[in-house]
């Protein structure tokens, strides 16, 4: 449409796409970085700060602020733009990249992880967002691909570069190097995004929303995540917390029903692209929990390889991936979203059956990176033109908000994924804190097939995509 195509040219073609790609890359990059740097940290943190036991509030209250303020960054992009929220998202998160390289016990250093998802937060949807702004549909998916080939090198790359660092400057400047590398991506935001927003819906900001959805997703990731690990399922606070979650999501509902301004625009939900989009999100967000959990666990555990090997199979995961996705525009292009992302879950559950098939007596390292790179190439195919088409569905006020309900689904996904799979494995465990390679071989396979499962979902759900059609009037928004 011919608002929508003004709407472009006053956010997007302004900017300086090149540099301000750079800057989206490296700020992504940062917060994937910072997800999994720790991992190989963890005996040394421990041995400075002491209280080892706390140390797992140490990941989770990471991804659990991160997640739950997602969706509230999304309706504050829609309402004063994009570029404010990126750079207040990329200055909280090198100031809390400051303050855990300054910490000095281990509650200070989970309080100020909790303020680097606050910023992390607001970075990861505003980057996608952006690219929603500055790039059209037919430069989208390669973008994307970009993206995403930045956010799994970075995860996968994160444990040795942890492990570097702690050997050979200290285990603070896993932190503090982010603090100049948040400056330049700042500075370059600040310089080459050129935003001057379209014609916004004002009214008051729904705090109420705000605060009972941050209580109501907050009780359930916590529940989630913390689940048979801090606390017995079947434990008062299990309940107590799958209760609050229940009852603050419902009244947030209702209050969105009847907000003037709301945070979460119900209708945007009734489209069948956005919900289909939010659908295929949380899937994939299960799988990729499946995947960087059990499959280093298997190759470790049951087959008996080193963990360089077990590193390097879910590795192949990051490189089939963004091939996928860069290209996967020329495919929907051709063929359209429907057609595009089923060609990616057939793929994907090839590569699930695959993973499923493995066993101690058949399976081999080459074997699950081959599966690993089989499943990275179908969500390549899935993941990005999913989010693309929910994307060129809204307009410029919408889009903020439909993209981070897209991703607080993929955090909901990871968090019930490994809620569901990590029970799957405990019941096959004589001994959690002993476990067999028998045991695990079994329990793993099961978790193998629950993904297959996953899977087959998610290329049903994609079914209800735009075809060939659809993808003209998508052109046309776009």
């Known amino acids: 449409m011919a608002t929508t195509a003004v709407r472009r040219e006053a956010v997007g073609l302004r900017s300086n796409r090149g540099r301000l790609l750079a800057s989206l890359m490296l700020s992504t990059g940062l917060i994937a970085l910072d997800t999994t740097i720790i991992n190989t940290a963890i005996l040394t943190i421990s041995d400075r700060l002491g209280g080892f036991a706390l140390f797992p509030w140490v990941f989770s209250i990471y991804l659990l602020v991160q997640a739950v303020t997602v969706p509230i960054y999304g309706k504050l992009a829609d309402t004063f733009g994009r570029k404010p929220v990126m750079l207040f998202g990329v200055a909280v998160f090198a100031l809390g990249s400051l303050l855990c390289g300054l910490a000095s016990n ?12 606050i910023g992390a937060g607001a970075v990861l949807p505003m980057t996608v967002t952006i690219t929603g702004d500055v790039y059209s549909l037919e430069e989208r998916a390669r973008v994307q691909g970009y993206m995403a080939g930045v956010w799994a090198g970075a995860a996968v790359l994160g444990p040795l570069v942890g492990g570097i660092l702690v ?8 932190f503090l190097i982010n603090v100049p590398l948040c400056a330049v991506a700042a500075v370059m935001i600040a310089r080459n995004l050129t935003e001057t927003t379209p014609t916004r819906r004002t009214g008051p900001i729904d705090f109420l929303g705000a605060g009972l959805l941050t209580v109501g997703a907050g ?30 999501i419902c009244a947030f509902l209702l209050t969105e029903l009847r907000a003037v301004n709301p945070l979460l625009p119900l209708h945007l939900l009734s489209r069948t692209v956005v919900a289909t989009g939010c659908a295929v999100s949380m899937m994939v967000g299960a799988l990729i929990t499946g995947i960087t959990a059990y499959v280093p666990t298997f190759t470790q555990g049951v087959l008996g390889a080193s963990a360089m090997v077990a590193g390097l199979t879910i590795g192949a995961v990051s490189i089939g991936w963004p091939l996928t996705s860069s290209q996967s525009g020329k495919i929907y292009l051709r063929i359209g979203f429907r057609a595009c992302t089923l060609i990616g879950g057939v793929v994907n559950v090839a590569g699930c059956v695959l993973l499923w098939a493995m066993s101690d007596s058949v399976g081999a390292p080459w074997r699950i990176a081959l599966a690993c790179l089989i499943i990275g190439l179908g969500l390549g195919l899935v993941s990005t033109p999913s989010l693309i088409a929910a994307q060129t569905s809204c307009e410029w006020d919408e889009r903020g908000v439909v993209t981070s309900s897209n991703m607080f689904a993929r955090s909901v996904g990871s968090a019930i994924g490994a809620a569901v799979f990590g029970a799957m494995v405990n019941a096959h465990l004589t001994d959690p804190d002993h476990p067999q390679p028998a ?3 079994s329990g793993i ?12 979902l998610t290329m049903l759900a994609t079914v209800t995509l735009p075809g060939r059609a659809g993808m003209k009037a998508q052109l046309a928004r776009s």
């Open 219 to 248: 009780a359930l990731l916590l529940a989630l995540l913390e689940g048979g690990h801090a606390w017995a399922w079947t434990s008062a606070t299990s309940v107590w917390l799958f209760v609050l979650s229940f009852a603050m």
């Open 167 to 174: 050997e050979f400057v200290g285990w603070r400047s896993i």
């Open 445 to 456: 396979t099961t978790v193998f097939l629950a993904m297959t499962g996953a899977a087959v």
């Open 439 to 441: 045991e695990l071989s």
């Open 106 to 117: 281990m509650v200070a250093l989970i309080v100020f992880r909790a303020i680097q998802g």
